[in-house]
């Protein structure tokens, strides 16, 4: 099954029964696709402003099952960035968190966002594998 199409079925079944009710495979699925396009697309500071930062406390475990390692320590560290419970679930209070960024963590979201788009980790092409190897347990 072509990636592209899996996720957007994941994604479609997120919008219908939340992440709770998604298997573990479009977990994966709609967590990587949408931190990819969401953060190559507007940056760290949108990704978690908007809805795709509902899913980010899982991007590094989604990351790390199809084998992008780099980039899943790149999420860890963007989470990082709201201390050590990660982003909250809440979409207000990420938009705030994000807000005070600017000035105290904004160098760290520009390092983080550079390591992103050099990172070699090709996620379109690690779907593609993933879903190739079978559903996760």
Do not use: H
């Amino acid at each position: 099954m072509n990636a592209d199409l899996a996720a957007q079925r994941a994604l479609d079944r997120l919008a219908k029964v939340g992440f709770e009710g998604l298997s573990d495979t479009e977990r994966v699925l709609a967590t990587v696709w949408l931190f990819d396009a969401k953060v190559a697309n507007g940056g760290f500071a949108a990704y978690f402003s908007g809805p795709a930062g509902d899913l980010a406390f899982y991007a590094p475990r989604a990351l790390t099952a199809i084998g992008a390692d780099q980039m899943a320590r790149i999420a860890a560290r963007a989470n990082g960035l709201f201390g050590p419970a990660g982003p909250p679930q809440g979409r207000d209070a990420r938009r705030e968190s994000v807000r005070g960024f600017s000035a105290a963590k904004g160098p760290e979201i520009d390092v983080l966002e550079a390591l992103f788009y050099e990172c070699p980790d090709d996620l379109d092409e690690l779907l593609e594998a993933f879903l190739v190897s079978g559903p996760v347990a």
